[in-house]
């Protein structure tokens, strides 16, 4: 990874190496923080934008309360050093790593007064499925390890500790050969990748997993609506993994991923075996409004 100067750390603005913690702090051992992972970009004009900072600052703290933890910010107060943290280390487009997590002090299940404490990073973070992945698809494998239970890790919240789950699943299917892990759910339908929400596409109409197993991602959301204003019919709905074996087009959104299409799964080619053109379309006015041309969509941008 490229390291950058500073992190934010508790409010204040330290070195990169040394926003350091205690090896008793609560949530290395039992996994209960959240995070966020948000993109800025070097916009068309000039200057940078980061897409859509009032929705993750919200997720953020709707993951915190999910996990009744009080972040001990005002949420202006996190967009602000979410600005800032680019800002000091002279960032043009970055990837932004917000994290709540319980410090060190009681040890035990019970977190009885540890303190709440709050970090944001920034670093250059290109393709994260990579460059050729996004032109011309990814190759992904269902993965044997079942996405939570929606009674047991809560998949509204961004939890640090949940993602053992999605590890194991990418760990898996990396080692297998192939790119990316699609999970199901306990039912066995259709849920979302390791670390993105799926798409598939059928006679031109597309579908997307409905909310409960899957984390409701920002990306997803935008891609939604840039659907909707191309009168594309999107549904939330369950699928099964044959639906997407069968399917045109599969496409996975993410932060991270952006608009990423799926080749290949479990070794059945996807429609054309390439990137579809109505995955093409989306993923095309995604990057214009992550990227400043896309006037129709200015009010995701802050612009900095
Ligand atoms: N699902 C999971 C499990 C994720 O980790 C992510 C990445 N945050 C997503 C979906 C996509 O969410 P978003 O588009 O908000 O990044």
Not at 9 to 28: F, P, R, S
Not at 44 to 59: M, Q, V, W
Not at 83 to 96: G, M, Q, R, T
Not at 178 to 197: K, Q, R
Request: proline share 2%; hydrophobic share 40%; aromatic share 10%.
């Amino acid at each position: 990874m490229k390291k950058s100067e500073k992190i934010w750390m508790d409010g204040k603005l330290v070195a990169w190496d040394e926003a350091n913690v205690h090896v008793l702090t609560h949530t290395l051992h039992y996994g209960l923080g959240a995070f966020e992972g948000i993109r800025c970009y070097a916009t068309d004009g000039g200057g940078s934008a980061i897409f859509r900072l009032g929705e993750h600052t919200k997720r953020f703290f709707e993951s915190a309360k999910i996990l009744q933890i009080d972040i001990p910010y005002s949420e202006a107060e996190v967009d602000k050093a979410t600005v800032d943290i680019i800002k000091a280390n002279k960032l043009e487009e970055c990837y932004i790593r917000s994290l709540v997590f319980l410090g060190d002090g009681a040890m035990g299940i019970f977190p009885k007064d540890n303190p709440v404490r709050v970090a944001l990073a920034a670093w250059e973070w290109g393709a994260y499925l990579g460059e050729d992945g996004l032109s011309n698809g990814i190759r992904a494998k269902v993965s044997s390890f079942a996405r939570h239970h929606v009674n047991s890790a809560m998949t509204k919240s961004k939890t640090t500790g949940a993602y053992f789950n999605s590890i194991l699943s990418k760990r898996e299917v990396v080692s297998a050969g192939y790119d990316e892990a699609i999970m199901l759910d306990t039912d066995g339908y259709v849920s979302e990748a390791s670390g993105e929400n799926i798409f598939m596409v059928k006679n031109g109409r597309i579908k997307t997993t409905s909310l409960t197993s899957i984390l409701k991602g920002i990306t997803r959301d935008s891609v939604m609506r840039i659907a909707a204003d191309l009168e594309i019919e999107v549904t939330e709905q369950r699928f099964t993994r044959d639906e997407l074996y069968t399917a045109d087009e599969v496409f996975l959104t993410g932060t991270a991923a952006e608009v990423t299409p799926v080749r290949e799964i479990d070794d059945r080619k996807i429609g054309a075996g390439k990137r579809g053109p109505i995955t093409e379309r989306i993923q095309k006015i995604y990057f214009d409004a992550v990227k400043g041309r896309a006037p129709q969509y200015e009010s995701w941008l802050t612009r900095i």
